[in-house]
């Protein structure tokens, strides 16, 4: 790595296109999946922990990413994290069978679980504090938009030129965006002025274990007649590895979850709602291409459900950018207690819609989904955030991206018990109630508050 200073607008670029890049990768795997499916023979439990050990890795690791960067400095972690995340993108581009896919997977999560807060740190720290909101800005917007038109390039690749594109092109612009971040120069000193807290090790290990072990005993709902050890087994490890967690953060002197922030006003709201806005928006997308693609759903081309999600996309990009504004004038409360009500209303719609194949209807209630659905995703965050102190920001950051992803593995694994009942139409119930949920926790928020301009 060059020494000096960081050339920032290089480093935004950079950041911004690895940003794009992985937000690309997140959703355009959903369109895939079908095809994946087919090519690799993958049963219903592979299809779900395609998705799941994504969203675990990084859940479990998010923290540990932002230790990292603490550490080894903004630019070395981002530089580090994005070039594990091409590595992953090439171990599936090149997978054979369902294990060497999963691999892969989860490879990507460690990427990512690295990769988001060192480029949002190495952001920070580069820009010259005129120009650091609008940086910022910048690469969230970039995020959600990768986020918002990754199905429909998913689709395009998939049906042009097959799956595995997706990987080598998603792995080329991210090891693009690596070289940019390494030739503009370090953007901090790589050795910390304050010495940071010991890691916590025994609390990251028991907290992943947790997690793990709960997305097990979710799977076994589905088999709860037949075999229910297949839920109480997994259940009760994850209920110790937690008490394990909670006793050995009240014990530790650098805790990766101080619970004293739970505390807090207006955290714990926030925080269910960003978790169950992302618990909706991942099983939308992964089961509507499920069925839209089946010969006996939709009978779409994946490029077909790509281009029909074309309105979620929009509504997820549009309302993202315009739910601080609603926000400012309606009030938060009202805001978020609105777009979920919106939500749960379109999800019924959409289950009937795609029933009747009422395709007009269809892509009307999906842009309503994504538009409810964003301004929750946009909001919440930077609500949680604002809640806490300036020295425990980091944190803060750390605890909701971990339960934001979490959420979307939470939803995924819940819509596939759902999915395997009475296919799309059940997940849009289970999305219409975690919608409920949501709107039970925004009714705890104040009517007004001032949105957060950062991004966790």
């Known amino acids: 790595m060059t020494t000096g200073t960081a050339s920032p607008r290089l480093v935004v670029l950079s950041c911004c296109l690895g940003m794009l890049a992985i937000g690309i990768n997140g959703t355009a795997i959903m369109t895939a999946l079908p095809t994946i499916r087919r090519d690799l023979a993958l049963d219903a439990g592979h299809v779900a922990w395609a998705v799941n050990a994504y969203l675990v890795a990084a859940a479990a690791c998010v923290m540990l990413?932002?230790?990292?960067?603490?550490?080894?400095?903004?630019?070395?972690?981002?530089?580090a994290g994005l070039l594990l995340f091409a590595l992953a993108s090439?171990?599936?581009?090149?997978?054979?069978?369902?294990?060497?896919?999963?691999?892969?997977?989860?490879?990507?999560?460690l990427g990512a679980a690295l990769s988001i807060p060192s480029?949002?740190?190495?952001?920070?720290?580069?820009?010259?504090?005129?120009?650091?909101?609008?940086?910022?800005?910048?690469?969230?917007?970039?995020?959600?938009?990768?986020?918002?038109?990754?199905?429909?390039?998913?689709?395009i690749l998939t049906h042009l030129a097959g799956w595995r594109v997706i990987f080598w092109a998603d792995g080329t612009a991210i090891v693009l965006a690596a070289c940019g971040l390494w030739f503009a120069g370090p953007t901090r000193p790589p050795v910390p002025t304050v010495r940071p807290?010991?890691?916590?090790?025994?609390?990251?290990?028991?907290?992943?274990?947790?997690?793990?072990?709960?997305?097990?005993?979710?799977?076994?709902?589905?088999?709860?007649?037949?075999?229910?050890?297949?839920?109480?087994?997994?259940?009760?490890?994850?209920?110790?590895?937690?008490?394990?967690?909670?006793?050995?953060?009240?014990?530790?002197?650098?805790?990766?979850?101080?619970?004293?922030l739970f505390t807090t006003r207006g955290f714990k709201p926030a925080l269910i709602i960003a978790t169950t806005a992302m618990s909706c928006i991942l099983p939308l997308l992964l089961f509507f291409n499920l069925d839209a693609q089946r010969p006996d759903g939709l009978g779409l081309s994946a490029i077909g459900a790509g281009g029909l999600l074309l309105p979620m996309s929009a509504g997820l990009l549009a309302f993202a950018l315009l739910a601080p504004r609603l926000a400012a004038r309606f009030g938060v409360r009202q805001t978020i207690g609105a777009a979920l009500l919106v939500v749960a209303v379109a999800a019924l719609a959409v289950a009937w819609a795609f029933g009747a194949r009422a395709l007009p209807l269809l892509g009307v209630g999906l842009f309503c989904l994504g538009a409810g659905?964003?301004?929750?995703?946009?909001?919440?965050?930077?609500?949680?955030?604002?809640?806490?102190?300036?020295?425990?920001?980091?944190?803060?950051?750390?605890?909701?991206?971990?339960?934001?992803?979490?959420?979307?593995?939470?939803?995924?694994?819940?819509?596939a018990v759902a999915f395997g009942e009475d296919g799309f139409a059940r997940v849009m119930?289970?999305?219409?109630?975690?919608?409920?949920?949501?709107?039970?926790?925004?009714?705890?928020?104040?009517?007004?508050?001032?949105?957060?301009?950062?991004?966790?």
């Not at 069978?97 to 691999?103: F, Q, S, T």
């Not at 604002?386 to 819940?414: D, F, K, M």
Request: with cysteine; aromatic share 4%.
């Open 197 to 260: 807290h010991r890691f916590d090790g025994l609390g990251f290990v028991s907290l992943a274990a947790a997690m793990v072990a709960t997305i097990f005993a979710l799977q076994g709902l589905a088999h709860i007649g037949q075999a229910p050890l297949r839920l109480a087994v997994p259940l009760g490890f994850a209920l110790l590895a937690f008490a394990l967690f909670v006793r050995q953060e009240r014990r530790c002197t650098g805790p990766l979850v101080d619970f004293g």
């Open 65 to 79: 990413g932002g230790a990292i960067t603490d550490r080894i400095g903004a630019a070395r972690a981002s530089v």
């Open 429 to 456: 119930l289970l999305l219409a109630l975690a919608a409920l949920i949501g709107l039970l926790a925004a009714a705890r928020l104040p009517s007004a508050r001032p949105v957060a301009t950062g991004k966790p």
């Open 373 to 415: 659905l964003a301004v929750p995703y946009a909001i919440a965050p930077r609500l949680a955030l604002a809640e806490i102190p300036g020295p425990q920001a980091g944190q803060g950051s750390g605890i909701v991206n971990s339960c934001t992803l979490l959420g979307g593995s939470i939803g995924v694994t819940l819509g």
């Open 119 to 155: 480029t949002l740190a190495a952001i920070s720290t580069a820009s010259p504090p005129e120009r650091r909101a609008g940086a910022i800005g910048a690469w969230a917007g970039t995020l959600m938009l990768g986020f918002s038109i990754g199905p429909l390039i998913g689709g």
């Open 90 to 109: 090439a171990v599936i581009a090149l997978a054979r069978d369902a294990d060497v896919l999963l691999a892969g997977r989860a490879l990507q999560g």
